[in-house]
């Protein structure tokens, strides 16, 4: 089935520790973008990727990273996790063209 | 700056009763609207979007959306509500150009639905 994959559907995770959201899209979409959502404040962007190869910062993106080496993935990577990180986030891809931005399943991350 | 307002964090309605969920947004520019449903544990489903033309937008599951630039609306109604219609709802706002795709939220609206 095409779509959207997010992996892992969860995580508990020690501060200070390292972790990478894996995202990965089989519809060719060439923008992609990670999100976090916490209780009462919606969505926020924390990086996008128009297209392979380019990246850009949204509105959150401290203490994050991202990179796109090719179309299907876009990984998200806490280099150091914090508490205020604990959060679901959540990956979207969007094709060239078009408005519309389908999104993941969601991981739920914890830091603790 | 770019936001979105959802002044009502939660709303309960009976089923069959009309619903209205209301948006408010502020962009420096013409934006892209938009609303999505997100079901617990689910990723956000798209249920309509305005660009430009006609005002009055529908779409899925019987959901429509008028767009009033004097007011800065972009409300959400449907006029009879199915249980199945329970979920947060969030209104988001999007710029065109170079920005394309890049979403603004709302914090979004829980609705229950009572038998």
């Known amino acids: 089935i095409a779509g959207i994959t997010q992996a892992p559907t969860s995580q508990i995770l020690a501060a200070g520790r390292r972790m990478t959201l894996r995202c990965t899209q089989d519809m060719r979409h060439n923008a992609m973008y990670w999100y976090r959502q916490d209780l009462g404040l919606g969505l926020r962007l924390i990086h996008y990727?128009?297209?392979?190869?380019?990246?850009g910062k949204g509105e959150v993106p401290d203490g994050y990273s991202v990179s796109r080496a090719n179309t299907d993935d876009f990984p998200l990577t806490l280099a150091s996790a914090v508490p205020s990180q604990t959060s679901v986030y959540f990956c979207a891809s969007r094709a060239h063209g078009t408005t519309e931005a389908f999104f993941g399943q969601g991981t739920r991350l914890t830091v603790v | 700056a770019q936001s979105v307002t959802q002044p009502d964090i939660h709303i309960t309605v009976s089923e069959g009763a009309s619903l209205e969920l209301r948006c408010n947004y502020s962009y420096g520019a013409t934006p892209y609207l938009f609303w999505y449903v997100q079901s617990p544990g689910q990723g956000l489903q798209l249920l309509l979007k305005?660009?430009?033309?006609?005002?009055l937008v529908q779409g899925i599951k019987g959901f429509e959306a008028e767009f009033k630039r004097s007011q800065s609306s972009f409300n959400l109604r449907k006029p009879s509500v199915h249980w199945s219609d329970a979920a947060e709802y969030f209104c988001a706002v999007g710029g065109r150009g170079s920005t394309l795709g890049r979403l603004y939220f709302g914090r979004g609206t829980q609705l229950t639905v009572w038998p």
């Open positions: 990727s128009n297209t392979a190869g380019t990246t």
């Open positions: 305005y660009f430009s033309g006609d005002t």
